[in-house]
């Protein structure tokens, strides 16, 4: 079962967090706690179930379709890949 924090957490997730896990789920696995705080967001926002689908759809063009196309990853240089994440994460 989840403990106090947990269920406050899952229990009071904004949409700023909700658009950040989404985010966070291409790139890493999420936790129990996150999963489950998504999803009861998800439930009852439509604001985010529409960019989750977007942002999954966006995801899916980036992936390579045969043998030898590039990934979003591949393409860009290590130095331009750093920047992009430092501005991310200054916003």
Known sequence: MFPIKSLLKIL??????????????FERGLTRTELAALRLHLLSCTGCKRMRRQLDFLHRLHQPSGPGLP????ALSPDARRRIE???RQQ
């Open 86 to 88: 430092q501005a991310l």
């Open 12 to 25: 009071t997730l904004t949409c700023d967090e909700s658009s950040r896990l989404v985010s966070d789920g």
């Open 71 to 74: 990934t979003l990853k591949t």
